[in-house]
């Protein structure tokens, strides 16, 4: 370990200030090289406050996300066992990409503290503020058909509510078909995308962005109304690094279930979740616009619409909640 990662190993396991003097003996360096040190940390991201007369505190809770944050938590067999962690990249969905041309791993994880150009569905952008949330594309392969892969976005969606439950104490619901939602706000998106022959899957990237430590302003202007984050629901800041072990967790041990299974043992715990089942909703798809109440989900992942002309089942599209009741 070099002097740096000596200082910051010491400061993260400290329950109270250390003084640069106390850091200083126990190197065995010069006080002025402890501050060279503390100051690169600064400038990669770490947040140290010096406090008068006691000494250096790390704010965990900011800490950049890095494979030494990380692997203490991570109880997983294959997911996150292989990772890249990167400061800044347009979209972690494009590096996975890239990464997939030469490697293959099931369970990579590539995760970024900032994305220039993060992306949604049909191409919508995704804001990820830098250090803020966890913003990530999981490579896998899961041994289904093609065919099968449609419900693999719910069963994400659940795991990573579910992740969220056991980290914090707060509710996540889940809306048909990728957004988990706290209070009615978008806390978090999936975005899947699979590389397929017709025969088989070559893998699935599977896009998940997470607002984690945001307050309202750290939003851009667009959707200041409709985004919220965790840590606004909740009364301390959220450590990512632990949060994302769990999801690795949830999203390994979840996958494999499905695999093995597929979305039967999944469906009453998604409806459970989903506060729009039995609503009047209106769903936009394609082709066209559609009106009904949203009365469960079939064992392939489709919502099911019950409309004028019976009950049609969606695979894919935006559904909101209509404002008003329809006359049926
Ligand atoms: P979506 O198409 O359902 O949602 C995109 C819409 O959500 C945007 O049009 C905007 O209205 C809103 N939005 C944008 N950014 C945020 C945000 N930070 N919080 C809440 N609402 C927002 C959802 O697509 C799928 C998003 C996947 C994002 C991940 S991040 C890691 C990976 N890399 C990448 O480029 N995309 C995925």
Known sequence: MTPKQQILETLRNASAPISGEQLSTQLSISRTMV???????????????????????????????????????????????????LESCSSTQKVAKEWLVTNSFDGMLIVSEEQTEGKGRLNRSWNSTKGKGLWMSWVIKPAILPHEAPPITLVAA?????????????????????????????????????????????????????NVNHQQEDFEESIQKIATSLAIHHETPIYRSQLLAEIALQLEVAIRQFEKEGFAPFRERWIRHSPMIGQHVTAQTVRETIQGVAVGINEYGALLVETSQGVIPLFSGDVTLSKRKLDF
């Open 158 to 210: 659940l795991a990573i509510a579910h992740a969220i439950e056991q980290i914090t104490t707060l509710q996540v619901d889940i809306k048909w078909p990728n957004d988990l939602l706290i209070d009615g706000k978008k806390v978090g998106g999936i975005l899947t995308e699979l590389q397929s022959t017709p025969e088989q899957i070559e893998a699935i990237i599977l896009g998940i962005g997470l």
């Open 35 to 85: 501050w060279k040190h503390i100051q690169s940390l600064l400038d990669e991201g770490y947040d140290i406050e010096a406090i008068r007369k006691k000494g250096y505190v790390l704010n965990k809770l900011q800490e950049p996300l890095s494979e030494n944050t990380l692997t203490p938590y991570l109880e997983t067999e294959t997911y996150a066992r292989q990772l890249m962690i």
